[in-house]
């Protein structure tokens, strides 16, 4: 692993986390300055790539495991919670981060979405959301807005309330929450640390713009703002505030105490001992 030198303490560069394959989303696409947030925030933690798995699910953001170096594991759709849980619950020591979109994570995925916050796993979610399904050509979403009628599936619109994941994810019982915006992907990297040293299961909701599907998108940037209030560990105190937020209010919404669910166990074979067993 590259360093570099600064104020007399070496440590990794953004660099090292990434991968030689070249990502191919869409030119614009929010989910690049997303993946150079998430590079930054492991260098930033100086991360082992060794001790960090990456798990994802399907869409044009679960293709993060592709472009780290790090351990990847690109799963089922709907399914990564539940194949990273078993990862930390399996192996606690390892740093477990997952990635996904707004289809992904509350459709499909929505129930392992629903236990996994109340289970609270010391794990940490980085939602890419685009109110869109993007890689099947722009179908509405469980985000999307009831009256958006652009799709040809959906010509007058969905016709029901999207999802509101922050709200969600506090209901449910996630232990740290936040939202970030990809177009500042400092923030983005500061929210994943926070959240990655946060105990318990974080979940970072990311406004991330779909500019061939969603073009007006492109307007989020004058519309996001600061959440304007501290972190709070009590989750009702941020349930009231996120009701009155907008949907594009940025920041830590909750910074709970809940203790993060870890099964005590004690391995019955080394590694070495299973590794054993698929001896040839």
Known sequence: MDTHLTDDVVGPLPGD?????????CPGCGDYSVLAGITRAMATMGLERHDTVVVSGIGCSSRIPAYTSVYGYHTVHGRSLAVASGVKLAR???????????GDGFSIGGNHFLHACRRNVDMTYIVMDNQVYGMTKGQASPTTEADWCESKLTPEGP???????????LACGANFVARGFSNNPNEVARLIVEGVRHPGFSVIHILSPCVTF????????????PYGREPTDDPNEAMRAVLEDDGFGLGIFLAGNRRPFQPESAATRSIAQIEEGFAV
Do not use: C, M
Not at 92 to 102: K, S, T
Not at 159 to 169: D, E, F, H, S
């Open 92 to 102: 606690p020591e390892l740093n477990v981060l997952i990635f996904g979109g707004d």
């Open 214 to 225: 969603r073009p007006e998108q492109r307007n989020w940037k004058s519309t996001v703002h």
């Open 17 to 25: 986390y990434k991968s030689d394959v070249k990502p191919i989303w």
């Open 159 to 169: 016709g029901v309330n999207p999802i509101q994941p922050v709200a969600l994810a």
